[in-house]
């Protein structure tokens, strides 16, 4: 038995298939497109991320380095110098937007778009000195880095006890 009516498709007119046709071409422009899109974004965070690693990087470093020392010495032109038990560390110097550490005779570029690296220093020994670090982003926006110089317990102890002992007099 021959079904004649099965075994033929319908036939699309001309116009019909024209429209079909550029449907389906809008909608693969458009799918690309959004490939497209998405594979910039993705790049785009790609970049804020690595980014961020560099800065997190840098405040670890930089932590590191001032939280080890117990002393620093500040010159005229604002580079800071680190010591740790009387004997050199290393050094903190910005030259024109870029926080330049010296540590172990090899210069590091730690930070760009700096606009500020100084020394707040306190009077009082056991107050701890306060290493401040501007920086500005690139969307505009500005932070500001506080490290604090730990005072050592030992330093502590020691003016704590000639305070107590000052107005005693041994024989």
Known sequence: MNNSK???IKAFTLTELLVVMIIAGIIMLSIMEGFRLVRR???????????????????YHLENI?????SIVADDNGNL???????????????NSFLIINFAGINDTVLKNISELRLIQNDLPYISDTVII??????TATA??????????EKIFDL????????????
């Open 6 to 8: 099965n075994s033929h």
């Open 41 to 59: 974004i993705t790049l785009n965070r790609q970049i804020q991320i690595v980014e961020n690693m560099d800065i997190y990087d840098a405040f």
């Open 66 to 70: 001032i939280n080890n020392s117990d």
């Open 81 to 95: 110098t680190f010591y740790a038990d009387g004997n050199y560390r290393s050094s903190m110097y910005k030259e």
């Open 134 to 139: 501007n920086i500005a982003y690139r969307d």
């Open 144 to 153: 500001c880095w506080k490290f604090t110089v730990p005072v050592s317990d």
């Open 160 to 171: 704590t006890m000639e305070e107590k002992e000052k107005d005693y007099v041994y024989k």
